[in-house]
């Protein structure tokens, strides 16, 4: 689809009660374009393919480490959490700082796990990441200095937010640490088959991040001071997703070609001073709701009556700040009249503008959306054609081998079976009842015998103590 200007001017001028646009203090000025100038190795492992060191231990200047399950080191990648069990934890920090104020980090990352699994990975640039870190998530660690952008489950979908912190603030301690983030953009990431890729770049004008090669925001509002630490954490739940990481980039930058840079006064001055560092951080934390990134894939509302983009200079205005509407007869002067012309023509140019990169930015989203859900769906479809595959393959196998064999054999000796038993139960029952109550009944004349021979012994019991009293001697008083 193709938004030409020439269709928005044809309209414009019999629309003049859109909303009006002004400028804000605003510059030109040109700016280096900064380019990637090689791989810091003692801060990067996975450049190189292998990963491990020829004792196939450790990582050359990064240490690995693990609560209740110790990271496994392979050659190709490193598993932080297990696909099971749950509940555990796995860190990899770098052994040196970043010395530079401009830098690229990149690393790569697959997550795994059944339907309902669930979990965290957190990308790090802190100043003491032992004392103040370890192999603690976003809502596990208490102060700390630096960034963290945190990868999971959150509102139902997947989502990569940042976060910032100058050790004012114990996010374990905070009541709702979901609010601190000052960027965010859904992120897709569980059971891609494939790693995902994750870009954080800061040159002295802009920090970006980037997912999978398109930009999830970028903001000119932030510059992190040298002498921090990378590092990745990753922590599972009870019903775990298992997290691998592959390979951590850092490009050192250099001044390329010079590219027009327009924006605001306030964001012409960059400071890597640490106390100006915690003074944005703090000015965050109060106006939380103020304007932190420039650009960001999903932050749009469209309640909201103000529109900011730095990069243009306009924004859209209140209907207080509008000019108001005059009748012709105010204006008593060609030159007035010009005048009053000239800045609704102009005003409405800038707002066709703004409305021209709007629906192009609109087209590009939604191509993109377009793109991903075909993807998606692709997938879904390829599995579940497999699995149809099967299960037709298997109802041939079966149909075949019913079809394919005569059971007449096997019915007529089945049936010749239980006719066979039904006689044997039917002639062999009542003899073998009659056999069991004959050997086993009891016997009359054994009876008669018992009686007979216990009487005998009576009698002759009875005559020995008959004779047994006339023997004794008589006695007479």
């Not at 529109?307 to 005059?326: F, I, M, V």
Request: glycine letters at 6%; charged letters at 25%.
């Amino acid at each position: 689809m193709h938004f030409s200007k020439s269709i928005f001017y044809g309209f414009a001028l019999s629309a003049l009660s859109l909303r009006t646009v002004v400028a804000t203090d605003e510059y030109y000025d040109y700016e280096h374009q900064y380019v990637e100038d090689g791989v810091e190795e003692d801060l990067s492992y996975g450049n190189h393919n292998n990963i491990w060191t020829k004792d196939h231990r450790h990582i050359k200047g990064w240490s690995l480490s693990g609560e209740g399950y110790t990271p496994e080191l392979l050659s190709d990648r490193i598993i932080l959490t297990p696909p099971y069990p749950g509940n555990k934890r796995g860190a990899i920090w770098a052994d040196h700082v970043e010395t530079h104020d401009e830098w690229e980090a990149e690393f790569e990352f697959r997550a795994t796990g059944p339907e309902r699994g669930s979990g965290n990975i957190q990308f790090w640039f802190v100043k003491d990441p032992q004392h103040d870190v370890g192999l603690a998530s976003i809502y596990t660690v208490g102060h700390f200095d630096g960034l963290v952008l945190t990868i999971g489950q959150y509102d139902g979908h997947g989502t990569l937010r940042a976060f910032l912190n100058d050790r004012s603030v114990s996010f374990k301690d905070h009541h709702h640490v979901d609010q601190l983030s000052f960027a965010s953009c859904d992120f897709n990431y569980r059971n891609l088959g494939r790693f995902s890729h994750i870009m954080v770049k800061q040159t002295p004008y802009t920090f970006e991040v980037e997912i999978d090669h398109v930009s999830c925001f970028r903001t000119h509002k932030i510059h992190l001071p040298h002498g921090y630490y990378f590092g990745l954490t990753a922590a599972s739940a009870d019903t775990p997703d298992s997290f691998e990481t592959k390979s951590f980039i850092v490009h050192k930058m250099k001044e390329g070609k010079k590219v027009e840079h327009h924006g605001t006064h306030q964001e012409q001055a960059h400071t890597n001073d640490h106390d100006q560092w915690q003074h944005s951080v703090q000015d965050h934390y109060k106006h939380p709701d103020e304007h932190y990134v420039d650009e960001s894939h999903h932050e749009t509302s469209p309640n909201d009556h103000s529109y900011h983009q730095d990069d243009r200079g306009w924004y859209w205005t209140s209907e207080k700040e509008s000019p108001k509407d005059a009748p012709a007869s105010s204006f008593t002067t060609d030159a007035a009249r010009f005048e009053d012309l000239h800045t609704r023509i102009t005003q409405i140019n800038h707002q066709l503008d703004i409305l021209f990169h709007d629906l192009t930015s609109f087209k590009q989203e939604s191509e993109a959306r377009h793109s991903d859900l075909k993807h998606y769906v692709y997938g879904y479809m390829e599995s579940h054609k497999q699995m149809l595959q099967k299960v037709e393959g298997i109802v041939e196998r079966v149909q075949k081998d019913v079809e394919g064999k005569d059971y007449q054999a096997h019915f007529d000796h089945l049936h010749q079976s239980i006719v066979d038993g039904n006689e044997a139960l039917i002639h062999g029952m009542p003899h073998s009842l009659r056999g069991a109550v004959v050997h086993h009944s009891p016997r009359m004349w054994f009876f008669v015998f018992v009686v007979i021979a216990s009487q005998v012994m009576m009698l002759i019991s009875w005559a020995i103590y008959k004779r047994r009293m006339k023997s004794q001697p008589k006695k007479y008083l």
